[in-house]
Nanobody, 120 residues
Framework: QVQLVESGGGWVQPGGSLRLSCAAS????????MGWYRQAPGKERAGKGR???????????NYVDSVKGRFTISRDNTKNTMYLQMNSLKSEDTAVYYC??????????WGQGTQVTVSS
């Protein structure tokens, strides 16, 4: 079983940058896919699920269109940590960000989330 802990969230002005970290209790090499999702305020109550932001599967990286060119996902297997570098942040990026680890034939694991607020 993998336990994930996010950090690095906070408040930033539009145009600013943040780097989120996701530290795993075990080896992230076992994660076939790792990724970042987000839940914007009010969306949960509206019955909408978490939005995929970026995923990393081997050498393949995938981003939602709204963050392409601004966000970068990366993994450091030696530190069992995944990162999300977020640049040129916009107010619509405000959300709780969750990291995810998917292990084939075992399950999907989630962190508790970290709040990112972009406002002036």
């Amino acid at each position: 079983q993998v336990q994930l802990v996010e950090s690095g969230g906070g408040w930033v002005q539009p145009g600013g940058s943040l780097r989120l970290s996701c530290a795993a209790s075990g080896s992230i090499v076992s994660c076939n896919t790792m990724g970042w999702y987000r839940q914007a305020p009010g969306k949960e109550r509206a019955g909408k699920g978490r939005e995929l932001v970026a995923t990393s599967t081997g050498a393949y990286l995938n981003y939602v269109d709204s963050v392409k060119g601004r966000f970068t996902i990366s993994r450091d297997n030696t530190k069992n940590t995944m990162y999300l570098q977020m640049n040129s942040l916009k107010s619509e990026d405000t959300a709780v960000y969750y990291c995810m680890c998917n292990i084939v034939r075992q399950g999907v694991y989630w962190g508790q989330g970290t709040q990112v607020t972009v406002s002036s």
